[in-house]
């Protein structure tokens, strides 16, 4: 199946650093969600975007939904240990036949101290 | 809060042998799904379901089979186990089928088949 262009693949920084990552997609979604998953756990839902133009917050994460709709971003700031994990953004039609998700190829995030 | 429950995080089985994977939502969610991942090759969807009795194939379905007698309940069945499918299956569910409602995945049971 299709997969979004998630970058950077991985991303290797120091505690306090802030954090940019994206997905673009040749088509468009009607809703953008980013995922944390961490070792040997499933993925957790950490925003979802419902939007064009939308720019939601959850804490220290802020993700927008491109106005085009053919892209995310997810920003996290002041980068903790804990941040460590993998970031996965999804793209879903919705709709009858749009529950399927597409996802990005994934975000490896290393946080030194 | 959304609760997704695998029945296994490790499970070690057979060549040959049947296997089943069972998930179990408490939300009422119509749509569920099954994924594998892989390392370098993401999730991957092997089936879904929009309600009970219903399933749908995914991406890869090839030896899997579903069953959802309940709605709560989405049981992943490999048929006869091969070690090509050794892997992390991932069940997610999501609500009313006709919105943009995220899905919300369990922690996933990593799989060995020997």
């Known amino acids: 199946g299709q997969q979004l262009n998630q970058s950077p693949q991985s991303m290797f920084i120091q505690e306090g650093e802030d954090v940019s990552m994206n997905c673009t997609s040749s088509s468009i979604f009607n809703t953008w969600l980013w995922y944390k998953q961490d070792p040997g756990e499933g993925p957790v839902l950490l925003i979802a975007l419902y939007k064009a133009g939308e720019l939601t917050s959850n804490g220290r994460l802020t993700a927008q939904f491109g106005i085009t709709r053919k892209d995310s971003f997810l920003n996290i700031s002041a980068s903790i240990p804990s941040d460590v994990g993998i970031y996965f953004c999804?793209?879903?039609?919705?709709?009858?036949?749009?529950?399927?998700?597409?996802f990005g190829e994934g975000t490896q995030l290393t946080v030194n101290p | 809060d959304v609760k997704v429950t695998q029945s296994s995080r490790y499970l070690v089985k057979r060549t040959g042998e049947k296997v089943f994977l069972e998930c179990v939502q408490d939300?009422?969610?119509?749509?569920m799904f099954w994924y594998r991942q892989d390392p370098g090759l993401g999730l991957r969807l092997i089936y879904f379901s929009y309600d009970v009795k219903m399933k749908e194939k995914g991406d890869i379905p090839e030896g899997y089979s579903v069953s959802r007698e309940k709605k709560e309940r989405f049981s992943l069945i490999l048929e006869s186990a091969s070690t090509n499918q050794t892997s992390m299956y991932l069940c997610a569910s999501r609500r009313l089928k006709f919105s943009n409602q995220p899905q919300h995945f369990g922690d996933g049971t990593r799989l060995s088949i020997l």
């Open positions: 939300m009422d969610h119509e749509n």
């Open positions: 999804a793209g879903q039609l919705g709709g009858t036949s749009g529950s399927r998700l597409t």
